[in-house]
């Protein structure tokens, strides 16, 4: 069982779509990041989150951190093809721990 | 941010040998860790790497099967001891001021025939 859930598991959108994903919980945790990777590269960071209810924006792309800081989402405004990627979720607990991932396909 | 480069990148062997990746930073950093992503799997912390000291393992992982080496403050090997199929996988080194915030390089694919 997945420490961190996420959802959906793959997305195929059209380019100029808007999608959201969802990494879920039952933990807290001190903070969380979402990173993407791409085929044949290590992943990315991209935002860390440490305040319950805390939003923020890159670019095109909207973090929210839950209230009870147990859950997560990403928004991505009018996809484009090199949004296309594995998203992952990570939780700081004890340790790090990493959810299984969204895969992402943006077609032009 | 760091710049973190690891060998080989890619790598075929025969089951019941070892390999050893290696993973360069170019700045000093205090930790170092070193992951597992299976196929279509998430990242699985495999142990901690701390310079001056004995690695930490998570529950799952042992020294024998994964040795671990951190001579300084900008380099780590990671072994794969004794390898079966089943340790195909990317192996994938990180740093970081702190476990929040973690730089990853670009990994290791091993294919294990």
């Not at chain 1, 990041?33 to 440490?50: A, F, H, K, M, N």
């Not at chain 1, 989402?73 to 299984?100: E, K, N, W």
């Not at chain 2, 062997?13 to 299976?38: E, P």
Request: proline share 5%; glycine share 8%.
């Amino acid at each position: 069982t997945q420490l961190l859930e996420q959802s959906p598991q793959f997305l195929s959108i059209q380019e100029g779509e808007n999608l959201t994903v969802y990494c879920n919980s039952s933990s807290v945790f001190s903070s969380l990041q979402w990173y993407r990777q791409e085929p044949g590269e290590g992943p990315v960071l991209l935002v860390t989150v440490v305040t319950g209810g805390e939003v923020k924006k890159l670019k095109r792309l909207t973090f929210q951190f839950g209230d009870a800081r147990k859950d997560s989402s990403l928004h991505i405004t009018a996809a484009q093809p090199g949004d296309t990627g594995l998203y992952l979720c990570a939780g700081v607990d004890y340790g790090m721990r990493f959810g299984a991932g969204t895969r992402l396909t943006v077609k032009p | 941010s760091a710049v973190i480069s690891q060998k080989p990148s890619r790598d075929i062997c025969q089951r019941g040998t070892s390999l050893t990746i290696q993973c360069q930073v170019d700045s000093q950093v205090t930790m170092m860790f070193w992951y597992r992503q299976q196929p279509g799997q998430s990242l699985t912390l495999i142990a901690t790497a701390n310079q001056g000291s004995e690695a930490t393992y998570e529950s799952g992982f042992v020294i024998d099967k994964f040795p671990i080496s951190r001579p300084n403050l900008t380099f780590s090997t990671l072994t794969v001891s004794n390898m079966s199929p089943e340790d195909s996988s990317i192996y994938l080194c990180s740093v970081g001021l702190n476990q929040e915030t973690q730089y990853f390089g670009p990994g290791t694919r091993l294919l294990v025939l």
